[in-house]
């Protein structure tokens, strides 16, 4: 009988309601679970409360993987003294957890942007003569918003020195190997994309009732937003295509994007989504007439591999993308649509010939399709992560 391993994961805030990161984790912890092997994560801190986390529960149990926050009250509040107290108690009953039963887990899973954090337990685990390994899915020290000067250097330390300290770096894209590849050489590398359940996908039917492009992300890319809206004002006005944009954010953000829509004379033909629950979502996606994911020849970018790439493979329907990063190493011509750069009028472009040959996007949606089932289909890498954390199958 094959042996059941039991991972713990450290790091992750707000699970399993969420952002990207969350999803990501998610869809990892689910192909340990595929074997009925155990993952468990375990969060520190309580989050702000919003539209997607509203139901959001101090512990339980999602798809084989269960999850508990140590802070005493799983939203924080609104008075600082509170928030402080939160975080040292979450803290100190996190390390007493670990420390209580840490004999039970075969490895960790490091999911955090926090240098001490990472190798503060790091050692904590290698005391006790077990593996840690860290999930590095961006480089940190690229994102503009993180600029405080402790911010900074934390980033710093994590995207040059922190690789040294774990048993293993779980990446996400071949810039990220190399980054790593070029602080350290001798760390071991394995690269997990990202990763989708195809069956959710796959039990809903596409029933569309009109033609639109639809794009998902947050609007902390504000910027990729207005590119989006640049791009689909372009094409003018013989068209029936409509724009949906599914974004999360805060509210005043999304009161504001619905502002400069009115003001741009789009509020028709552009609608704006927010906290659409995943199968709203998915069918929102399987129902659309392409699917729009910009990438932008920044660092950032070109180091990450955005979570929806999957999302919108197991929908079937058509990507518009641009030629950077790691698009280009799963997809060609015949699988999506790109532009050769970061540019409005050449995105306008493909999402016109997206237009005009419209005959040929079911086949396009299905060649994408065939992609993301061979390469992120979360199945597929169980025994690949087990190996990979020396637990052997």
Do not use: W
């Amino acid at each position: 009988m094959q042996k059941k391993y039991n991972i713990l994961t450290l790091g992750m805030m707000s699970f399993p309601l969420g952002t990207a990161p969350i999803q990501k984790l998610l869809l990892m912890g689910k192909s340990f679970t595929v074997d009925n092997h155990g993952f468990t994560v375990i969060s520190d801190r309580s989050v702000r409360k919003n539209t997607i986390n509203e139901n959001l529960q101090k512990c339980g149990e999602i798809d084989g993987i269960k999850y508990k926050t140590t802070a005493p009250n799983v939203f924080s509040s609104h008075n600082y003294l509170k928030k402080v107290y939160s975080r040292f108690l979450g803290t100190i009953n996190e390390f007493f957890y670990v420390i209580k039963n840490i004999r039970e887990f075969d490895s960790l899973i490091i999911y955090s942007c926090s240098f001490s954090f990472i190798v503060f337990y790091s050692f904590i685990f290698k005391l006790f003569r077990k593996n840690s390994y860290l999930v590095y899915f961006e480089l940190r020290s690229s994102l503009d918003y993180r600029s405080s000067l402790l911010t900074r250097i934390n980033d710093y330390f994590l995207d040059n020195k922190v690789f040294k300290f774990v048993s293993g770096v779980i990446t996400i894209s071949e810039s990220l190997n190399n980054h790593v590849r070029s602080k350290s050489a001798k760390t071991s590398l394995i690269k997990i994309p990202p990763l989708v359940d195809f069956d959710q996908y796959d039990a809903l039917t596409r029933n569309p009732d009109i033609d639109y492009f639809l794009y998902c992300g947050s609007l902390s890319y504000l910027d990729v937003v207005n590119f989006i809206l640049d791009s689909f004002e372009r094409l003018g006005s013989d068209h029936n295509t409509s724009l949906y944009l599914v974004v999360n954010g805060y509210n005043q953000d999304i009161i504001d994007l619905e502002s400069v829509l009115v003001k741009r004379n789009l509020a028709s033909k552009v609608k704006v989504l927010s906290g659409v629950d995943s199968k709203e979502l998915i069918q929102l996606y399987k129902n659309a007439f392409a699917l729009l994911i910009p990438l932008r020849p920044t660092k950032q970018d070109t180091s990450r591999f955005p979570q929806k790439v999957a999302e919108y493979c197991a929908s079937k329907r058509p990507i518009i993308s641009t030629r950077i990063g790691e698009m280009v190493e799963y997809f060609d011509d015949s699988s999506a649509f790109f532009a050769e750069e970061y540019d409005v009028e050449m995105f306008s472009q493909q999402m016109q010939k997206a237009i005009q040959n419209s005959n040929e996007l079911e086949e396009m949606g299905k060649r994408s399709y065939e992609i993301g089932m061979k390469n992120f289909n979360y199945k597929n890498y169980t025994t690949p992560l087990l190996n990979f954390m020396g637990l052997k199958v």
